[in-house]
């Protein structure tokens, strides 16, 4: 069975800092790696999405990588914004199904 | 396009009575995903379908809980009857190309 653990549960960085949140899961054979970000009462928006035949997807300040084999995702956030404080999830895809980690709560401090 | 549209945004209603949540895909997706979200077990996946047919509905709590999707551009969780532990946040999304697209949740509140 699938499962997807984010550590930590929270985390708190000085605006300006780059910083990287995890996520490892335990079942390699994936179709993709999705990470969302939450805010407060909202739902949840896609940042980056890496199939399983890529090693890294960038979209601005973000930088997602994947190593199936370790089961390991990161997601590096480049000089952090108090705009940036949310949750992160990240999501496996496998069999047209995705589950979810619990998330980082992300607190930049300005 | 309005991305994936849900309603009501907010419900709260006494133990018992049925609940019915909708929710509209973004048009030419053809999967749809119905999840809760809780502190306690962060977001759980519920029930999905592709092409109006439901694929996987183990995540379904109880026979309470009941779903369909009658069209390509509507789909409907139902809860009947509701009971306090189902207050929770309930998120559709939908995808074409496995990215799935989350529309604003409805919470739900059963006192």
């Known amino acids: 069975k699938q499962e997807v653990t984010q550590i930590p549960a929270a985390l708190s960085v000085p605006e300006g800092e780059n910083l990287v949140l995890n996520c490892s899961f335990t079942d390699s054979a994936i179709y993709n790696l999705q990470w969302f970000r939450q805010d407060p009462g909202k739902g949840l928006t896609s940042l980056l999405l890496?199939?399983?035949?890529?090693r890294e997807q960038t979209s601005g300040r973000l930088n997602a990588s994947l190593d199936k084999s370790s089961g390991r995702s990161t997601l590096y956030i480049a000089a952090s914004q108090p705009g940036d404080s949310a949750t992160y999830l990240c999501?496996?895809?496998?069999?047209?199904?995705?589950?979810f980690g619990k998330g980082t709560r992300l607190h930049i401090l300005p | 396009d309005a991305g994936v549209i849900q309603s009501p945004r907010h419900e709260v209603t006494e133990m018992g009575q049925e609940v019915t949540l909708r929710c509209k895909p973004i048009s030419g997706h053809d999967y749809l995903f119905w999840y809760r979200q809780t502190m306690m077990r962060g977001l759980e996946l519920l029930i999905y379908f592709n092409n109006n047919v439901p694929i996987d509905d183990s995540g379904m709590p109880e026979d309470r809980f009941s779903a369909k999707m009658p069209n390509a551009s509507f789909s409907t969780l139902k809860i009947q009857p509701s009971e306090p532990r189902d207050s929770a946040v309930y998120f559709c999304a939908s995808s074409v190309t496995r990215e799935q697209y989350f529309g604003p949740g409805t919470r739900l509140t059963v006192t």
């Open positions: 890496i199939q399983s035949s890529q």
């Open positions: 999501a496996v895809n496998r069999d047209d199904k995705i589950i």
